[in-house]
């Protein structure tokens, strides 16, 4: 249901509207902007240290214009797609990364390759959030920071108006009018505690929903990422660990990859798991502090060697963020469902590039990067033929957290959280799914979802976390809900009532709706890309 939009002290106008802050939100951004546009940026955080990427080191998938190579990097993943994957757009990632990564330069120190060239795939995560943000400030991007986006604004006739948010550190709504906007707010790892994902909570997706928007993949959101027990840091050091149980024996755990966290998750339900690494190479000790230097500061604070000392370990969940869902993406420019509303990054569905299991680092910062100047070339192009449209009606149609259907009374979020913890993250929940398991959450999820429609309300900077709360929610029903309806095991989804992959299943899986969800199988035609 459309409401009136709320009463906001600032109203802005825009062409382009960028709702996030991370990769694809700047590289959106820069895009629009380069078209001509004009683009106000607002995120949740900081652009330039919100998200994943700004505490990580980034890898691209980088391949060079040989033809040879580039065909068989993309046989070879599109051989790990099962099937769902499209070799098109896997070629234009390649291209598209290739031709743009080396832009930054004047706003990034790449470093050398060794062989008297520059190395552009592996970039530090800091320092890369911080040069995207200067490069679009010099293309004429307005940022506003701490500005979180709390519901999307929409005409009469379905189209996009703008959105309405937050300003957290003025303690003010706010209104931003746009012919165009696009939804890069990351994914959902469900406040798990995943290092950079404290903001990533859904609100595209809810956002997206409650406008029409149809979603994708949601069931492929087992990734999970270990790191100390204590503390979440990030991935590069674990290929060489060796594990062992709490008696001091070795474990008998896979190499890297799904049956490696299945093996791991299983030990852990079992008992406390410690890492060793002390077998790492030397290389990875030198590098280490300077690629991916979140990583070793835990260890330090507690007075230990990460290459020296066991270590406690533990799993945590990426849902979304490392998983392949999310908004249906239905042209070149990552245009939604909805017309004038694009999304990239995480908040897409990635199933265009990897299918049913992650792309990795290389993979998914390509599609970042990518599909954020994709969006904001459609953005821009959108904004240039429709225009702003500031004189028609524009209706807010946020839901749950904002507008209670019955008495509005106080929610106990942290329980809130807890219940789709319980959901979306639990190894016996996630990596091993059953009907009879997904059943009992959908039972749970869906009680909790109708008591936030009908009375969750907050005030203030208190309708971020209502909100979040709310998205989280809603992403974990839509995980819920296409895991029951996929009904074999492929990828990263693994059904142990439905072991085997069924050939007839090999197709997308769409999925929306808020109150009442629907799914059904994506029609055989995929997304047309321009010669």
């Given at each position: 249901?459309?409401?009136?939009?709320?009463?906001?002290?600032?109203?802005?106008?825009?062409?382009?509207?960028?709702?996030?802050?991370?990769?694809?939100?700047?590289?959106?951004?820069?895009?629009?902007?380069?078209?001509?546009?004009?683009?106000?940026?607002?995120?949740?955080?900081?652009?330039?240290?919100?998200?994943?990427?700004?505490?990580?080191?980034?890898?691209?998938?980088?391949?060079?214009?040989?033809?040879?190579?580039?065909?068989?990097?993309?046989?070879?993943?599109?051989?790990?797609?099962?099937?769902?994957?499209?070799?098109?757009?896997?070629?234009?990632?390649?291209?598209?990364?290739?031709?743009?990564?080396?832009?930054?330069?004047?706003?990034?120190?790449?470093?050398?390759?060794?062989?008297?060239?520059?190395?552009?795939?592996?970039?530090?995560?800091?320092?890369?959030?911080?040069?995207?943000?200067?490069?679009?400030?010099?293309?004429?991007?307005?940022?506003?920071d701490h500005h979180p986006a709390l519901e999307l604004l929409v005409h009469d006739d379905g189209t996009i108006a703008g959105a309405a948010g937050y300003d957290r550190l003025a303690r003010k709504p706010w209104i931003v009018r746009?012919?165009?906007?696009?939804?890069?707010?990351?994914?959902?790892?469900?406040?798990s505690g995943l290092i950079g994902s404290d903001t990533n909570t859904g609100d595209g997706y809810l956002m997206a929903a409650e406008a029409g928007a149809e979603l994708s993949g949601m069931e492929f959101a087992g990734a999970y990422?270990?790191?100390?027990?204590?503390?979440?840091?990030?991935?590069?050091?674990?290929?060489?660990?060796?594990?062992?149980?709490?008696?001091?024996?070795?474990?008998?755990?896979?190499?890297?990859?799904?049956?490696?966290?299945?093996?791991?998750?299983?030990?852990?339900?079992?008992?406390?798991?410690?890492?060793?690494?002390?077998?790492?190479?030397?290389?990875?000790?030198?590098?280490?502090?300077?690629?991916?230097?979140?990583?070793?500061?835990?260890?330090?604070?507690?007075?230990?060697?990460?290459?020296?000392?066991?270590?406690?370990?533990?799993?945590?969940?990426?849902?979304?963020?490392?998983?392949?869902?999310?908004?249906?993406?239905?042209?070149?420019?990552?245009?939604?469902?909805?017309?004038?509303?694009?999304?990239?990054?995480?908040?897409?569905?990635?199933?265009?590039?990897?299918?049913?299991?992650?792309?990795?680092?290389?993979?998914?910062?390509?599609?970042?990067?990518?599909?954020?100047?994709?969006?904001?070339?459609?953005?821009?192009?959108?904004?240039?033929?429709?225009?702003?449209?500031?004189?028609?009606?524009?209706?807010?149609?946020?839901?749950?957290?904002?507008?209670?259907?019955?008495?509005?009374?106080?929610?106990?979020?942290?329980?809130?959280?807890?219940?789709?913890?319980?959901?979306?993250?639990?190894?016996?929940?996630?990596?091993?799914?059953?009907?009879?398991?997904?059943?009992?959450?959908?039972?749970?999820?869906?009680?909790?979802?109708?008591?936030?429609?009908?009375?969750?309300?907050?005030?203030?900077?208190?309708?971020?976390?209502?909100?979040?709360?709310?998205?989280?929610?809603?992403?974990?029903?839509?995980?819920?809900?296409?895991?029951?309806?996929?009904?074999?095991?492929?990828?990263?989804?693994?059904?142990?009532?439905?072991?085997?992959?069924?050939?007839?299943?090999?197709?997308?899986?769409?999925?929306?709706?808020?109150?009442?969800?629907?799914?059904?199988?994506?029609?055989?035609?995929?997304?047309?890309?321009?010669?």
């Amino acid at each position: 249901m459309a409401h009136p939009p709320p009463p906001a002290n600032t109203v802005a106008e825009a062409d382009v509207l960028i709702i996030g802050g991370g990769m694809a939100a700047t590289w959106a951004a820069v895009s629009a902007a380069r078209e001509g546009a004009d683009v106000l940026l607002v995120d949740k955080g900081f652009v330039g240290t919100s998200g994943v990427t700004a505490t990580g080191g980034p890898n691209h998938w980088w391949v060079p214009p040989d033809p040879g190579r580039r065909e068989a990097a993309i046989e070879d993943r599109y051989a790990r797609s099962f099937g769902l994957a499209e070799r098109a757009w896997m070629a234009r990632i390649i291209e598209t990364t290739w031709r743009t990564l080396p832009e930054l330069t004047g706003y990034y120190a790449f470093d050398t390759d060794g062989r008297g060239g520059t190395y552009y795939s592996g970039l530090r995560g800091p320092e890369y959030l911080r040069a995207l943000r200067r490069y679009a400030i010099a293309k004429g991007v307005r940022i506003r920071d701490h500005h979180p986006a709390l519901e999307l604004l929409v005409h009469d006739d379905g189209t996009i108006a703008g959105a309405a948010g937050y300003d957290r550190l003025a303690r003010k709504p706010w209104i931003v009018r746009a012919a165009a906007v696009v939804l890069a707010t990351g994914g959902c790892a469900f406040k798990s505690g995943l290092i950079g994902s404290d903001t990533n909570t859904g609100d595209g997706y809810l956002m997206a929903a409650e406008a029409g928007a149809e979603l994708s993949g949601m069931e492929f959101a087992g990734a999970y990422t270990l790191s100390p027990a204590w503390n979440s840091t990030r991935t590069l050091p674990y290929p060489s660990a060796r594990f062992f149980d709490a008696d001091g024996r070795e474990l008998d755990i896979p190499p890297q990859g799904a049956a490696h966290n299945r093996a791991l998750a299983e030990a852990m339900l079992a008992g406390p798991v410690f890492a060793d690494l002390s077998d790492a190479p030397a290389l990875l000790k030198q590098i280490l502090p300077r690629i991916q230097p979140a990583s070793p500061a835990p260890f330090e604070r507690r007075g230990l060697d990460i290459f020296a000392d066991r270590f406690e370990v533990k799993l945590y969940g990426e849902g979304m963020i490392r998983g392949m869902g999310g908004l249906r993406i239905v042209d070149e420019d990552c245009q939604t469902t909805v017309p004038g509303l694009f999304a990239a990054g995480d908040t897409a569905t990635r199933e265009l590039i990897a299918g049913a299991t992650s792309g990795g680092g290389a993979q998914n910062s390509a599609w970042a990067l990518t599909s954020g100047l994709a969006a904001g070339v459609g953005a821009a192009r959108t904004a240039r033929r429709d225009g702003r449209r500031v004189g028609a009606r524009a209706l807010a149609v946020g839901a749950a957290g904002l507008r209670p259907t019955a008495s509005p009374r106080s929610i106990d979020e942290g329980a809130a959280v807890q219940a789709i913890q319980n959901e979306a993250l639990a190894y016996d929940r996630v990596l091993w799914r059953s009907g009879a398991t997904l059943l009992a959450g959908k039972a749970v999820l869906d009680g909790l979802w109708n008591e936030i429609g009908a009375h969750s309300h907050a005030e203030g900077l208190a309708q971020v976390r209502a909100r979040e709360t709310a998205a989280m929610t809603a992403t974990a029903r839509w995980c819920n809900a296409a895991a029951l309806a996929r009904t074999e095991s492929r990828g990263m989804h693994v059904r142990t009532d439905f072991p085997d992959l069924a050939p007839e299943q090999t197709r997308r899986l769409l999925i929306g709706g808020l109150d009442r969800i629907w799914t059904r199988p994506e029609a055989p035609q995929r997304v047309e890309l321009a010669a």
